[in-house]
């Protein structure tokens, strides 16, 4: 399983970017797959999380952030509203395959100025 993200960039505060997922290789439509971010001296942190059970998101996201998945595409989405400097991060894609193993993607970075 492959997972390439893209979508990242720089934006002012209070703007909007969609970020993509495109896997390749053994994921079920069913399997979940999620997003997570990373700023510079801090832990990764889960953002949100879509599987056959519906979506979840973490607090410091939610009404903001909006996750979806387009299995005929393998691909999978997070449409980000909103942004404010502490969303600043490098996002990572993860999901588990058929194998029941977890994949990464090799990250986009998230720029949001104040």
């Known amino acids: 399983v492959q997972l390439v993200e893209s979508g990242g960039g720089l934006v002012q505060a209070g703007g909007s970017l969609r970020l993509s997922c495109v896997a390749s290789?053994?994921?079920?439509?069913?399997?979940?797959m999620s997003w997570y971010r990373q700023a510079p001296g801090k832990q990764r942190e889960l953002v949100a999380v879509?599987?056959?059970?519906?979506?979840s998101y973490a607090d410091s996201v939610k009404g903001r952030f909006s996750i979806s998945r387009d299995n005929a595409r393998n691909t999978v989405y997070l449409q980000m509203n909103s942004l404010k400097p502490e969303d600043t991060a490098v996002y990572y894609c993860k999901a588990v395959g058929n194998d029941y193993n977890t994949y990464w993607g090799q990250g986009t970075q998230v720029t949001v100025s104040s």
């Open positions: 879509i599987s056959s059970g519906g979506t």
């Open positions: 290789g053994s994921i079920f439509s069913r399997n979940p």
